[in-house]
């Protein structure tokens, strides 16, 4: 499984971006830079229970995998058929 993560080296151009997004989203220096070396490796999702969850910067959607119901955000929500809804109490006949 290790074999396919990718390794993203932090350059300059990392560091800057990071330094942008803490500026703009009042993210500490390191969470900025996760996020970048992310963004970079092409991730779409990043799991943490650090930053705020549902959050989208810089392309990448923060998820926290331990909220509850778990996953939420990993997976699309089934469709469901709606359910059968009952006539309001004044309208309904009792025998």
């Known amino acids: 499984m290790f074999a396919t993560l990718e390794v993203v080296q932090i350059d300059v151009e990392m560091i800057l971006g990071a330094t942008d997004l803490h500026r703009l989203h009042g993210l500490s220096v390191w969470d900025a830079l996760i996020i970048q070396a992310a963004g970079r490796a092409g991730c779409e999702v990043l799991l943490t229970e ?6 989208s910067i810089a392309g990448v959607r923060i998820t926290d995998p331990f909220a509850c119901p778990p996953a939420a955000d990993l997976t699309p929500a089934p469709s469901a058929p709606a359910a059968p809804r009952r006539p309001p109490a004044a309208s309904r006949r009792w025998p």
Not at 50 to 55: I, M, P, Y
């Open 50 to 55: 650090d930053l705020q969850a549902g959050r």
